[in-house]
């Protein structure tokens, strides 16, 4: 089967949303920034393993104290040899030596580097060299996969770009400054929040400084497919779209591929070197879900370049109070992550294998089919993990809590993320759920600021639901509590997210809790995408039912989901938090020390009694 279309025919702003800095909110219809899909896959070197760094508390290596540029003597970046040129200019002040620094293995949070880095927050200068064959023709990109906060890339002394955010890639073009044979890459990686990041000052998990997913040299053709996306659109077409990027990317002809349906999608892109194209399913397509986890082979090929990808198809959409995969009816049985890999000291190192580890266990021993990666993008390893294992996706971006809502420098660098997490991710059929914010008070210039993310969001992908983790109002009639949603968010989004702890931040007896009534006048589908109690593994209390026992906890949930069996317009749970997980501000000397304890096991993977009352009742959802 061989169609073209024209891209104008069918989404024609796919590839359309701004390049967003963190310093400008520009208008939509501006290029779209350098994606490189399939980075990990391209030729070039992975520059993971051994890297030279330097703190740098008071940024010395960019700014002088007088507020000029970092001088000679402090500039990090700069490329020349401290031993060497000291012994040849001994009365020279240099006051650093990257040559010499000390040695870390990268990726991984810098609190890994030295127990002296545990709580550290601030710059930090990484360095190491690589070779380069002749590049040619060809174009060269430094790739980050994430560099937690704020990333200052240099090449051979030369500054390449600046990211703001910490969990989403970026590409800097290097071809201009590579040189055959040896080349030195420099990151300075600032992890220090204020009260305009995205997120804030305040969290309620660990910082995670450093850079903590992969960086790749990625080398491209002159003209290169920058964007590939394809998809199984709500009326049952299988749609594609490609960007290229280069001087020769207008008019030229382009290819997609997916030999398992026989089918194949073809056309030219337009002057700004997109295009889109459709074709009805095959009658045989197997249609990807939790329950078969079916994926194909798919080729993406133009201008001579090729890009591979396994890549599922699948519908999610809703009807009245209703979820559907695939046009049924589906309850979403679920539970919250965060980026932390199980053991006793965690750094953020999320390897396929760590992906695997965390996701098998909500699969296969929780029975779940569904996901919060909380609060912010996960690593690629996670969602591509999601896709093999079966497992529904709610992807967010950390707006969260206390958002600086009237400052357009945030709300770009909130575009920004969101653009770049949903760029990495349209291909995996496990993402069912973009997010917006989580736990943000309702108000005039809030409202503004997430409706702005809600039509970004739909711009760049028409295919998912838009939900947000949504705060509620409490009233009492007649004696009983009656939990209203009352957020003017709620009218623009798909799917409503609650986050609920009567009887753990209240004084709601746990035998109470099934008694407490839901109200929402949105017609729309809710889930629980929050609810929880602390517990240290072991401590048990019975008799008193303690706060911080295992069985407290366990009382806990056994109530809570009794509550949620009786609210009609509930479609999905996801519990609070499948692992304890570090958070500096949770800091009680017994039962904290430094981890939130709602994980229903413990950071080292050790099963607390609520683990198996939450098995159990997913067990029993399945089987209805």
């Known amino acids: 089967m061989k169609i073209s279309v024209s891209r104008r025919a069918l989404l024609a702003s796919s590839f359309g949303l701004p390049v967003l800095s963190a310093s400008a909110v520009e208008p939509l219809g501006a290029p779209a920034p350098i994606t490189l899909v399939a980075a990990a896959d391209r030729d070039g070197a992975d520059l993971s393993g051994a890297w030279r760094y330097s703190i740098d508390p008071y940024r010395d290596g960019l700014v002088g104290f007088h507020g000029a540029a970092a001088g000679f003597g402090h500039r990090r970046f700069d490329e020349f040899d401290v031993e060497s040129y000291s012994r040849a200019h001994p009365k020279a002040l240099i006051e650093y030596d990257m040559a010499r620094a000390e040695t870390c293995t990268l990726p991984r949070a810098w609190l890994a580097h030295t127990q002296s880095m545990r709580h550290y927050v601030g710059l930090v200068w990484y360095q190491r060299r690589f070779r380069l064959d002749a590049l040619g023709a060809r174009r060269a990109f430094i790739y980050v996969e994430a560099a937690n906060y704020r990333a200052n890339v240099y090449v051979n002394g030369n500054h390449v770009g600046v990211h703001e955010g910490g969990f989403t890639p970026f590409a800097c073009e290097v071809t201009h400054v590579l040189r055959d044979g040896d080349n030195q890459i420099t990151l300075g990686v600032d992890s220090e929040p204020s009260a305009d990041t995205v997120p804030p000052l305040v969290t309620d998990w660990e910082n995670y400084g450093g850079v903590t997913r992969p960086v790749r040299l990625v080398i491209t053709p002159s003209t290169f497919i920058d964007d590939a996306w394809i998809r199984l659109t709500r ?193 995996r059929a496990s993402i069912a759920f973009w997010s917006v914010a989580n736990e943000t008070p309702p108000g005039a210039s809030r409202d503004a600021f997430l409706r702005t993310l809600i039509a970004d969001v739909r711009a760049l992908d028409d295919t998912r639901l838009v939900t947000a983790a949504l705060l509620t109002d409490r009233v009492e009639e007649g004696g009983r509590p009656i939990m209203t949603l009352n957020d003017p968010l709620a009218e623009h989004l798909d799917v409503l997210g609650v986050n609920t702890y009567n009887g753990w931040y209240s004084d709601d007896a746990l035998a109470d809790l099934p008694r407490i009534s839901w109200r929402s006048p949105y017609g729309k589908p809710m889930i629980f995408s929050e609810f929880g109690a602390d517990a240290l593994a072991g401590f048990s209390d019975p008799e008193l039912l303690q706060k911080f026992s295992e069985d407290f906890q366990s009382e806990y949930y056994r109530q809570t989901l009794a509550m949620s069996t009786n609210i009609s317009f509930l479609r999905g749970l996801a519990p609070w938090i499948l692992k304890d997980f570090r958070s500096p501000r949770r800091q009680h000397p017994v039962f904290q020390r430094g981890w939130n304890r709602k994980g229903v096991m413990s950071e080292t993977g050790v099963r607390k009694q609520a683990f198996a009352v939450l098995a159990a009742h997913y067990d029993a959802l399945r089987r209805r």
């Open 235 to 427: 009326d049952g077409a299988i749609a594609a779209s490609i960007r290229l990027s280069g001087a020769r990317a207008a008019n030229r002809r382009v290819r997609v591929r997916v030999p398992a349906l026989a089918l194949t999608l073809e056309g030219r892109t337009g002057a700004d070197g997109c295009w889109t194209g459709a074709a009805p399913a095959p009658a045989e397509l197997a249609r990807w879900s939790p329950d078969s986890p079916t994926l194909c082979d798919v080729s993406f090929e133009g201008a001579g370049d090729a890009l591979r990808d396994r890549v599922g198809f699948r519908t999610i959409e809703t009807r009245g109070e209703d979820i559907l995969l695939n046009g049924e009816p589906i309850f979403l049985r679920g539970i919250c992550l965060h980026e932390e890999e199980i053991g006793a000291e965690p750094a953020r190192r999320m390897t396929a294998a760590a992906a695997e580890q965390l996701l098998r266990t909500a699969k296969d021993e929780l029975h779940c089919n569904f996901v919060r990666l909380a609060h912010y993008p996960h690593a690629a390893e996670v969602t591509r993990a999601a896709d093999a294992l079966g497992l529904l996706v709610w992807s967010e971006i950390p707006v969260y809590w206390r958002i600086n809502w009237d400052n357009n420098q945030t709300l770009a660098a909130a575009r920004n993320m969101l653009a770049e997490n949903i760029r990495r991710d349209r291909n």
